[in-house]
């Protein structure tokens, strides 16, 4: 089993910069894939972000590409997500996930094992 736990939200200015951590805990947090989704307010589905597999390979979803990336620490068992040119519209929840699933990245909402419990984004105009 892995834990996870989000910080580093906050509210910005559009056109802003912030960086979000994903604290693993576990015996095996290696074992798993690690991604971020969004949630945004008054939306049923979380939407994928960006996720990292294994061996360090990342994947971004196209239309977020050029103002996210994700990166780790193993020493620290830390997954970021960084986000640039902030926009009003990337406003949301950001989550944390691992899943045991082969085949990541990507990671889709359906192969999730764990979530974290979530830190907010706010971004102001």
């Known amino acids: 089993q892995v834990q996870l736990v989000e910080s580093g939200g906050g509210s910005v200015q559009a056109g802003g910069s912030l960086g979000l951590s994903c604290a693993a805990s576990?015996?095996?947090?290696?074992?798993?894939?690690i991604a971020w989704f969004r949630q945004v307010q008054g939306k049923e589905e979380r939407e994928g972000v960006a996720s990292i597999g294994r061996d360090g390979t990342t994947n971004v979803t196209p239309s977020m590409r050029g103002r996210f990336t994700i990166s780790e620490d193993n020493a620290k068992n830390t997954v970021w997500l960084q986000i640039y040119s902030l926009k009003p519209e990337d406003t949301a929840t950001y989550y944390c996930a691992a899943s045991r699933v082969s085949a990541c990245p990507p990671m889709y909402l359906d192969q999730v094992n764990y979530w974290g419990q979530g830190t907010q984004v706010t971004v102001s105009s």
């Open positions: 576990g015996a095996t947090y290696r074992s798993y894939c």
